[in-house]
Protein backbone atom coordinates (compact mmCIF):
# COMPACT_ATOMS: atom_id res chain seq x y z
CA UNK A 1 0.00 0.00 0.00
CA UNK A 2 1.17 3.46 -0.82
CA UNK A 3 0.85 6.39 1.46
CA UNK A 4 -2.52 8.19 0.86
CA UNK A 5 -4.47 5.22 -0.12
CA UNK A 6 -6.43 3.36 2.66
CA UNK A 7 -5.93 0.45 0.92
CA UNK A 8 -9.69 -0.85 0.15
CA UNK A 9 -12.40 0.26 -1.62
CA UNK A 10 -16.19 -0.15 -0.74
CA UNK A 11 -18.09 -2.18 -3.67
CA UNK A 12 -21.93 -2.36 -2.87
CA UNK A 13 -23.90 -4.44 -5.71
CA UNK A 14 -27.39 -3.38 -4.87
CA UNK A 15 -29.34 -6.02 -7.12
CA UNK A 16 -27.46 -8.90 -4.97
CA UNK A 17 -27.52 -6.94 -2.06
CA UNK A 18 -23.81 -7.69 -1.66
CA UNK A 19 -21.11 -5.57 -0.11
CA UNK A 20 -17.43 -6.47 -0.83
CA UNK A 21 -14.17 -5.02 -0.95
CA UNK A 22 -11.51 -4.26 -4.03
CA UNK A 23 -8.06 -3.92 -3.21
CA UNK A 24 -6.86 0.12 -3.77
CA UNK A 25 -3.66 -1.52 -5.01
CA UNK A 26 -4.25 -2.54 -8.24
CA UNK A 27 -5.29 0.95 -9.17
CA UNK A 28 -2.89 3.34 -7.31
CA UNK A 29 -1.33 3.26 -10.84
CA UNK A 30 -4.07 5.50 -11.82
CA UNK A 31 -3.01 8.12 -9.96
CA UNK A 32 -6.30 9.57 -7.51
CA UNK A 33 -10.39 10.04 -7.69
CA UNK A 34 -10.73 10.10 -12.03
CA UNK A 35 -8.17 7.92 -12.59
CA UNK A 36 -8.94 5.09 -10.30
CA UNK A 37 -12.98 5.63 -10.85
CA UNK A 38 -12.58 5.38 -15.15
CA UNK A 39 -10.48 2.15 -14.53
CA UNK A 40 -12.81 0.81 -12.29
CA UNK A 41 -15.86 1.47 -14.83
CA UNK A 42 -13.40 -0.16 -17.53
CA UNK A 43 -12.67 -3.13 -15.60
CA UNK A 44 -16.11 -3.57 -14.26
CA UNK A 45 -18.36 -2.39 -17.10
CA UNK A 46 -16.61 -2.02 -20.26
CA UNK A 47 -14.08 -5.08 -20.39
CA UNK A 48 -16.85 -7.14 -19.98
CA UNK A 49 -18.43 -6.48 -23.18
CA UNK A 50 -21.92 -7.48 -22.35
CA UNK A 51 -23.19 -3.77 -22.36
CA UNK A 52 -23.70 -0.96 -24.98
CA UNK A 53 -22.26 1.50 -22.73
CA UNK A 54 -26.20 3.62 -24.08
CA UNK A 55 -28.07 3.26 -21.11
CA UNK A 56 -27.00 5.64 -17.83
CA UNK A 57 -30.04 3.95 -16.19
CA UNK A 58 -29.24 0.51 -17.21
CA UNK A 59 -28.06 -1.80 -14.10
CA UNK A 60 -25.10 -2.50 -15.83
CA UNK A 61 -23.42 0.61 -15.61
CA UNK A 62 -21.25 1.41 -12.78
CA UNK A 63 -21.03 4.70 -10.36
CA UNK A 64 -17.46 5.46 -8.47
CA UNK A 65 -17.14 7.83 -5.90
CA UNK A 66 -13.53 8.03 -5.42
CA UNK A 67 -11.14 10.07 -2.88
CA UNK A 68 -7.79 10.94 -3.77
CA UNK A 69 -4.81 10.43 -2.11
CA UNK A 70 -4.66 13.90 -0.36
CA UNK A 71 -7.98 13.58 1.03
CA UNK A 72 -7.60 13.51 4.70
CA UNK A 73 -4.86 15.44 4.86
CA UNK A 74 -6.07 18.77 5.58
CA UNK A 75 -4.22 20.04 2.29
CA UNK A 76 -5.78 22.74 0.66
CA UNK A 77 -8.19 21.37 -1.95
CA UNK A 78 -7.59 17.80 -1.51
CA UNK A 79 -11.46 16.80 0.25
CA UNK A 80 -13.02 16.55 -2.74
CA UNK A 81 -14.81 13.09 -3.82
CA UNK A 82 -14.83 12.20 -8.06
CA UNK A 83 -17.97 10.97 -9.60
CA UNK A 84 -17.20 8.42 -12.40
CA UNK A 85 -20.19 6.72 -14.50
CA UNK A 86 -21.98 6.95 -17.85
CA UNK A 87 -24.78 9.82 -17.06
CA UNK A 88 -28.28 9.75 -18.20
CA UNK A 89 -28.17 13.60 -17.97
CA UNK A 90 -25.39 13.60 -21.60
CA UNK A 91 -28.11 14.49 -23.83
CA UNK A 92 -28.58 13.43 -27.30
CA UNK A 93 -26.03 10.43 -26.52
CA UNK A 94 -25.10 9.01 -22.82
CA UNK A 95 -21.32 8.67 -22.39
CA UNK A 96 -18.96 8.10 -19.77
CA UNK A 97 -18.68 11.22 -17.20
CA UNK A 98 -16.91 12.72 -14.46
CA UNK A 99 -17.63 15.00 -12.01
CA UNK A 100 -16.34 15.99 -8.42
CA UNK A 101 -18.17 17.45 -5.41
CA UNK A 102 -16.64 18.93 -2.11
CA UNK A 103 -17.80 18.84 1.52
CA UNK A 104 -16.65 16.53 3.77
CA UNK A 105 -17.89 13.22 2.71
CA UNK A 106 -13.96 12.35 0.82
CA UNK A 107 -12.38 12.94 4.32
CA UNK A 108 -15.18 11.12 6.28
CA UNK A 109 -14.61 8.12 3.78
CA UNK A 110 -11.08 8.03 4.52
CA UNK A 111 -11.00 8.31 8.15
CA UNK A 112 -13.29 5.31 7.95
CA UNK A 113 -11.34 3.40 5.87
CA UNK A 114 -12.05 3.55 2.75
CA UNK A 115 -10.42 4.98 -0.48
CA UNK A 116 -13.96 4.97 -2.42
CA UNK A 117 -17.01 3.28 -3.07
CA UNK A 118 -18.30 2.07 -6.09
CA UNK A 119 -22.30 1.12 -6.82
CA UNK A 120 -23.10 -1.54 -9.53
CA UNK A 121 -26.76 -2.75 -10.15
CA UNK A 122 -30.05 -1.31 -9.44
CA UNK A 123 -32.45 -1.78 -5.84
CA UNK A 124 -36.03 -3.20 -6.15
CA UNK A 125 -37.27 -0.25 -3.91
CA UNK A 126 -35.21 2.92 -2.36
CA UNK A 127 -32.08 2.35 -0.26
CA UNK A 128 -29.18 3.78 1.49
CA UNK A 129 -25.73 2.37 1.97
CA UNK A 130 -24.79 3.39 5.64
CA UNK A 131 -21.09 2.84 6.69
CA UNK A 132 -19.75 3.62 9.74
CA UNK A 133 -15.68 2.36 9.68
CA UNK A 134 -16.11 -1.65 8.48
CA UNK A 135 -19.47 -1.96 9.15
CA UNK A 136 -21.54 -1.38 5.84
CA UNK A 137 -24.87 -1.96 5.02
CA UNK A 138 -27.58 -1.19 2.73
CA UNK A 139 -30.81 0.25 4.31
CA UNK A 140 -34.42 0.19 3.72
CA UNK A 141 -34.79 4.43 2.57
CA UNK A 142 -38.91 3.54 2.79
CA UNK A 143 -38.58 6.76 6.15
CA UNK A 144 -36.52 9.20 3.51
CA UNK A 145 -38.13 8.62 0.22
CA UNK A 146 -39.91 11.87 -0.36
CA UNK A 147 -38.52 14.54 2.41
CA UNK A 148 -35.98 17.29 1.09
CA UNK A 149 -32.90 18.17 2.44
Not at 36 to 63: C, K, T
Not at 98 to 126: C, Q, T, Y
Amino acid sequence: MTYGYAGKILRVNLTTKTIGTIDTAKYEQFGGGVGIGAAIFWDLAVAPGEWDLQDGLDPRNVIALMTGPLAGTGVPGAGRTSVCAVSPEAFPVNWFGRSNFGGRFSNALKSAGWDGVVIEGKAEKPVWINVVNDKVSIEDAKELWGINT
